[in-house]
């Protein structure tokens, strides 16, 4: 994924995802923090995006570090977070490259399927080997997927073309069962008259793979969950949530817990 896939649309993106329940992302996560009895201090949001994830749980106590690969975006996350006053730190990496020292953090999250990006299977083990690297023994890894099912019933395909909307757009996706890869073509209007096209590309992974490349980086999985609940993934679930644990030898000290539960 090209770092510059998002650079056109980053000062609009948050306009564009205005109706993403993203206190509902935040509360899921808490949620499974509670299910796994863990109270994590600090967190790594990976492709954080313009931060929303990462700002909601700052607002909440937690110490985020949010990483993403693309710099147009980082740059409104700071934005946001410098006009809220809050203390996030914000930083240009490539899951698959990022080197953070060992039991640098309690948790690590990725949502809104942000690893489907990751189109070639060996730099997925290669980000997942980094998060294990980065986590204490026993610190969570939540992330979501889009299925393969949601790719085989072109969920992409959409488009929201109101004059009422700050952006509106059209997206044309098309599944390519052998190569595994969902092509979507995006086409956006801005009410400010800037008018561009973006091709953005998803892997559809299925679940024994995911858990293979989770164990073969020394995770241990706790589920693979319909999204925003505890209920097992089927073979139509469009999106799920994988909750894995960090094995032993990603580091040697216990999760940090704080008698307020919030860090």
């Keep these: 994924m090209s770092a510059d896939a998002f650079a056109n649309i980053a000062p609009y993106y948050d306009a564009l995802m205005s109706n993403v329940p993203y206190d509902m992302w935040a509360d899921y996560v808490e949620e499974v923090f509670v299910h796994l009895r863990v109270r994590p201090r600090r967190i790594l949001d990976i492709a954080t995006g313009t931060g929303s994830a990462a700002i909601l749980l700052a607002e909440r106590g937690y110490k985020v570090t949010g990483v993403d690969l693309s710099e147009p975006m ?70 979501d997927l889009n299925t393969v099912y949601s790719f085989e019933q072109e969920l992409f395909t959409q488009q929201s073309l109101s004059p009422q909307r700050e952006v509106r757009y059209r997206w044309q996706s098309r599944w390519d069962p052998a190569a595994r890869i969902a092509k979507v073509e995006m086409e956006f209007w801005i009410s400010d008259g800037a008018h561009f096209r973006e091709t953005h590309h998803q892997r559809g992974y299925t679940e024994a793979e995911v858990t293979e490349v989770l164990e073969r980086a020394g995770f241990i999985l706790e589920g693979v969950f319909e999204a925003y609940t505890f209920l097992p993934a089927g073979p139509k679930s469009e999106r799920v949530f994988y909750v894995s644990r960090a094995g032993e030898a990603a580091g040697n000290q216990q999760p940090q817990i704080d008698t307020d539960g919030r860090g």
């Design 74 to 143: 980082l740059q409104q996350a700071r934005s946001k977070a410098r006009k809220q006053g809050l203390d996030v730190t914000f930083l240009r990496r490539d899951a698959a490259d990022m080197n953070f020292p060992p039991n640098s953090f309690d948790a690590a999250i990725c949502l809104y399927d942000s690893f489907n990006y990751i189109v070639e299977p060996q730099r997925l083990q290669s980000a997942f080997n980094r998060v294990a690297a980065a986590l204490i023994p026993g610190g969570p890894f939540i992330f």
